[in-house]
């Protein structure tokens, strides 16, 4: 009866603890754990000026949640928050323990992810000095715990300043192209050509407490597939293609980077419409890219259950390494986690070491612009080779042996006529060597794993993200939107060619060049994937750039940043890459139609668009005001007097419908 009531009363303090810290806890035999993820609050070192935060989370959040700053993603209020990444933060809260966790023979604070440079204190006590936002850190604090009002914080210092600092102190030796080299962080964090500069810091990932006796032991790694990465002479060169448990695949996809500036925000039901973009436009295969995050365990679950291959990065990209011990530990103890965390998930197909670092050394003009001498260019070769050649692979084979590595993506340039013969290509003499679209004929290579055309986002992220006086070409407002180099001269020359003649282009509205921005990218990619595809076995894959924007920009993406919505390629896309129709490919440039008015008339039932032409429209953009979900089919083509029927996805009452076709916007824009 005794023994009764004390363990009814030890239940009763766990229970309790467990409500007033605000944590969730969970308990077995071997191991119990509990949630630290309430009364957090953050503030500026040595500020003082404490204010409740969000965990996970990161600062820029923190800070706008407690209105301390304008949205980060409105007009150009990027370059006003440059001022956070100089800072150093700080984050704190406290906990107590139930007396079930202290009996245990350790205590274990774990953080999956710290981003980056934090120092950890329990009760004033240093526990924990972390470096890379992609390892999980713990530390034993069985010495240190208290049974109430124990407290945690953690320092972290703007990785911005240690990365400068460390480049400085290199002098007159120079990584190219960038300190963010020094740093196991996040890369598109420093600014990419499609995303902002913000620099952030916090706790990322879940922080908990666990106990134990003993610890558990590691379950047997079972391979889940055979999987092969096809390389063999042939009389072309090299093939490159993927068999899963024996069996040929041709791969269908895109490239993913992360879907937000802020990775605290991207939520299980962000993440299902993430994937859904991809599943639905017949997608096989993501690349997940190496200049942002290994993915949440959640986002691999979604690839496993809806048929996707992954092709992992390592998390690095356009960059050489520093070659010192500390960088390689660091490294080694990185890939470990991450491969043994993520091995068990079918879909991986391929690890590869990085994006287009090879290339980029011997072919992106670094030895001249950084005025590198012979013995730094040989050393940088020769810690390039360790890490990615030598290193990474055997840590991977320690852990994971069954699946196929590839030390970069790729090992050609798409100037060289290797990358057309072997290996697979990233293949941007079309946008980025303003070649002509069909050169696709004559540039497709066995495996091509990045290709692409610019958009602008859709309108109504442009409106929701700028004011009236901002919607002109080219405000300082849409630049700061726009992050690729020579950006928009590079859109107006596709345009000016397969078009509209783009002499006026400035006197157009923003609304009619956007929309033919993105009749360009659906032009491209419809026939961009039509060619490859045509070209198959020679050509085993077609992973275009990109699936996905972080932020409201200018960009490659075929999804907007707000709600994931299509732009005009998505549904190209779609078509192209389904298996049970041929991909068409386009014999006539839109400059060179001879069009009338389509006179496009329309009415609607229930959740369907029936929609007529007396002439034959071009790229029918069916627009409904504040709508959020998908379409059946959208920028489609009409022959005179056929009716076509679109499903709106999601129902909305009294739809306000726009419907614009091309020969609409080249009849206003001179």
């Given at each position: 009866?005794?023994?009764?009531?004390?363990n009814?009363?030890?239940?009763?303090?766990?229970?309790v603890a467990?409500?007033?810290?605000?944590?969730s806890?969970?308990?077995?035999?071997?191991?119990?754990?509990m949630?630290?993820?309430?009364?957090?609050?953050?503030s500026?070192?040595?500020k003082?000026d404490?204010?409740p935060?969000t965990?996970?989370?990161?600062?820029?959040?923190?800070?706008?949640?407690?209105k301390?700053?304008?949205?980060?993603?409105?007009r150009?209020?990027?370059k006003?928050?440059?001022w956070i990444e100089?800072?150093?933060?700080?984050?704190?809260?406290?906990?107590?323990?139930?007396?079930e966790?202290?009996?245990?023979k350790?205590?274990?604070?774990?953080?999956?992810?710290?981003?980056?440079?934090?120092?950890v204190?329990?009760?004033?006590?240093e526990?924990?000095?972390a470096?890379?936002?992609?390892?999980q850190?713990?530390?034993?604090?069985?010495?240190?715990?208290?049974?109430?009002?124990n407290?945690?914080r953690?320092?972290?210092?703007?990785?911005?300043n240690?990365?400068?600092?460390?480049?400085k102190k290199?002098?007159?030796?120079?990584?190219?192209?960038?300190?963010?080299c020094?740093?196991?962080?996040?890369?598109y964090h420093f600014?990419?050509d499609?995303g902002?500069?913000f620099?952030t810091?916090?706790?990322?990932?879940?922080?908990r407490l666990?106990?134990?006796?003993?610890?558990?032991t590691?379950?047997?790694?079972?391979?889940?597939h055979?999987?092969?990465?096809v390389?063999?002479?042939d009389?072309?060169g090299t093939?490159?293609y993927?068999?899963?448990?024996?069996k040929a695949?041709?791969m269908?996809?895109?490239?993913?980077?992360?879907s937000?500036?802020?990775?605290?925000?991207?939520?299980?039901?962000?993440?299902?419409?993430?994937?859904a973009?991809?599943?639905?436009?017949?997608?096989?295969m993501?690349?997940i890219?190496?200049?942002?995050?290994?993915e949440s365990?959640?986002f691999?679950?979604?690839?496993?259950?809806?048929?996707i291959y992954?092709?992992?990065?390592?998390?690095?990209?356009g960059?050489?390494?520093p070659g010192?011990?500390?960088?390689?530990?660091n490294?080694?103890e990185?890939?470990?986690?991450q491969?043994?965390?993520?091995?068990?998930?079918?879909?991986i197909?391929?690890?590869?070491?990085?994006?287009?670092?090879?290339?980029?050394?011997?072919?992106?003009?670094?030895?001249k612009q950084?005025?590198?001498?012979?013995?730094?260019?040989?050393?940088?070769?020769?810690?390039y080779?360790?890490?990615?050649q030598?290193?990474?692979?055997?840590?991977?084979?320690?852990?994971?042996?069954?699946?196929?590595?590839?030390?970069?993506?790729?090992?050609f340039?798409?100037?060289?006529?290797?990358?057309?013969?072997?290996g697979?290509?990233?293949?941007w003499g079309?946008?980025w060597?303003?070649?002509?679209?069909?050169?696709?004929h004559?540039?497709t290579?066995?495996?091509?794993?990045?290709?692409?055309?610019q958009?602008?986002p859709n309108?109504?992220?442009?409106?929701?993200i700028?004011?009236?006086?901002?919607?002109?070409?080219?405000?300082?407002v849409?630049?700061a939107?726009?992050?690729?180099?020579k950006?928009?001269?590079?859109l107006?020359?596709y345009?000016?060619?397969y078009?509209?003649?783009?002499?006026?282009?400035k006197?157009w509205?923003?609304?009619d060049?956007?929309?033919?921005?993105?009749?360009?990218?659906?032009?491209?990619?419809?026939?961009?994937?039509?060619?490859?595809?045509?070209?198959?076995?020679?050509?085993?894959?077609?992973?275009?750039?990109q699936?996905?924007d972080?932020?409201?920009?200018?960009?490659?993406?075929i999804?907007?940043?707000?709600?994931?919505?299509?732009?005009?390629?998505w549904?190209?896309?779609k078509?192209?890459y389904?298996?049970?129709?041929?991909?068409t490919i386009?014999?006539?440039?839109?400059?060179?139609?001879?069009?009338?008015?389509?006179?496009?008339t329309?009415?609607?039932?229930g959740?369907?668009?029936?929609?007529?032409?007396?002439?034959?429209?071009?790229?029918?953009?069916?627009d409904?005001?504040?709508y959020?979900?998908?379409l059946?089919?959208?920028?489609f083509d009409?022959?005179?007097g056929e009716?076509k029927?679109?499903?709106?996805q999601?129902p909305?009452?009294k739809?306000?419908?726009t419907i614009?076709?091309l020969?609409?916007?080249?009849?206003?824009?001179k």
């Amino acid at each position: 009866m005794n023994r009764i009531k004390k363990n009814n009363l030890s239940m009763l303090l766990l229970l309790v603890a467990t409500y007033f810290l605000g944590t969730s806890c969970s308990s077995n035999q071997e191991k119990i754990s509990m949630e630290i993820n309430k009364g957090w609050q953050f503030s500026e070192v040595t500020k003082n000026d404490w204010r409740p935060a969000t965990v996970p989370g990161e600062v820029h959040t923190d800070l706008l949640k407690n209105k301390m700053i304008p949205d980060p993603f409105y007009r150009d209020n990027e370059k006003k928050l440059v001022w956070i990444e100089k800072k150093d933060w700080e984050y704190k809260t406290t906990f107590n323990v139930a007396p079930e966790f202290l009996k245990k023979k350790n205590n274990l604070l774990v953080f999956d992810g710290l981003d980056t440079y934090a120092t950890v204190y329990i009760n004033g006590i240093e526990i924990l000095n972390a470096n890379n936002m992609f390892r999980q850190w713990s530390a034993d604090v069985k010495q240190n715990l208290k049974a109430e009002n124990n407290e945690l914080r953690i320092v972290f210092k703007s990785a911005q300043n240690v990365v400068d600092s460390l480049a400085k102190k290199d002098l007159p030796y120079v990584i190219p192209d960038n300190p963010r080299c020094y740093v196991r962080k996040a890369q598109y964090h420093f600014g990419w050509d499609w995303g902002p500069k913000f620099t952030t810091c916090g706790i990322w990932k879940a922080v908990r407490l666990e106990a134990y006796d003993e610890k558990e032991t590691e379950e047997e790694y079972k391979v889940p597939h055979k999987y092969e990465l096809v390389q063999e002479k042939d009389t072309a060169g090299t093939s490159f293609y993927f068999k899963i448990d024996d069996k040929a695949v041709y791969m269908k996809g895109a490239n993913y980077i992360p879907s937000d500036a802020f990775l605290s925000r991207m939520t299980n039901a962000e993440y299902d419409k993430v994937i859904a973009t991809a599943k639905d436009a017949n997608m096989n295969m993501l690349r997940i890219w190496g200049g942002g995050i290994y993915e949440s365990d959640y986002f691999y679950d979604l690839c496993d259950k809806n048929g996707i291959y992954v092709w992992q990065d390592f998390m690095f990209a356009g960059t050489m390494v520093p070659g010192d011990k500390d960088f390689f530990d660091n490294v080694r103890e990185e890939v470990k986690y991450q491969v043994k965390r993520l091995r068990h998930h079918p879909s991986i197909v391929v690890w590869c070491g990085n994006n287009e670092i090879d290339e980029a050394f011997k072919n992106w003009g670094w030895q001249k612009q950084f005025k590198m001498n012979k013995k730094d260019s040989i050393k940088l070769w020769g810690d390039y080779k360790r890490l990615f050649q030598d290193s990474i692979p055997k840590w991977v084979k320690e852990v994971d042996p069954h699946r196929p590595y590839v030390s970069s993506s790729p090992l050609f340039g798409w100037g060289k006529k290797e990358s057309i013969t072997q290996g697979d290509s990233h293949y941007w003499g079309i946008w980025w060597g303003i070649e002509d679209i069909e050169v696709a004929h004559k540039k497709t290579g066995r495996f091509v794993s990045e290709y692409g055309m610019q958009a602008m986002p859709n309108y109504s992220t442009i409106e929701k993200i700028t004011i009236e006086e901002d919607r002109h070409l080219y405000s300082d407002v849409l630049k700061a939107h726009q992050k690729a180099g020579k950006g928009f001269t590079k859109l107006n020359s596709y345009i000016h060619r397969y078009f509209k003649d783009t002499t006026n282009v400035k006197t157009w509205s923003v609304k009619d060049y956007t929309y033919l921005t993105q009749c360009l990218q659906h032009y491209s990619f419809k026939n961009i994937i039509g060619i490859q595809r045509s070209k198959e076995p020679y050509n085993m894959g077609t992973l275009l750039w990109q699936l996905n924007d972080c932020w409201p920009v200018a960009s490659w993406s075929i999804t907007d940043y707000y709600n994931r919505q299509p732009k005009a390629a998505w549904y190209a896309v779609k078509e192209a890459y389904r298996d049970d129709v041929k991909p068409t490919i386009d014999k006539v440039r839109p400059i060179d139609l001879k069009l009338e008015n389509p006179q496009i008339t329309f009415k609607i039932e229930g959740n369907t668009i029936t929609l007529k032409a007396v002439k034959a429209a071009k790229y029918v953009w069916i627009d409904i005001k504040g709508y959020t979900g998908r379409l059946s089919d959208n920028y489609f083509d009409l022959k005179a007097g056929e009716e076509k029927n679109i499903t709106i996805q999601t129902p909305i009452s009294k739809p306000e419908i726009t419907i614009t076709s091309l020969f609409d916007v080249l009849s206003r824009s001179k």
